[in-house]
């Protein structure tokens, strides 16, 4: 673990508290913690999981539907009726 002296706005530091007391945190440190992690899963490009890449090369392999386009979406029974 590294240890950091670190300068904050006043309003960071009320954000740190919310995130502490939202969360049941012992400390700021932890409350910076989850903060980082949510930022790299959320806003860094998180590496795909293998679940998913299989997932999507399944749908690229099934023949396309043919939709028509908007004007004739009037035209078309709904799924359940022939």
């Not at 795909?48 to 399944?58: C, F, I, N, Q, T």
């Amino acid at each position: 673990m590294v240890k950091a002296i670190i300068n904050i706005e006043d309003h960071t530091n009320r954000v740190l508290n919310v995130v502490k007391a939202k969360y049941g945190l012992k400390d700021k440190s932890s409350a910076i913690d989850l903060m980082a992690k949510q930022y790299e899963e959320e806003i860094l490009e998180p590496e795909l999981k293998p679940e998913y890449v299989d997932k999507a090369r399944k749908i690229m392999k099934q023949k396309p539907i043919d939709v028509g386009t908007t004007e004739n979406l009037g035209d078309i029974p709904p799924a359940n009726q022939k």
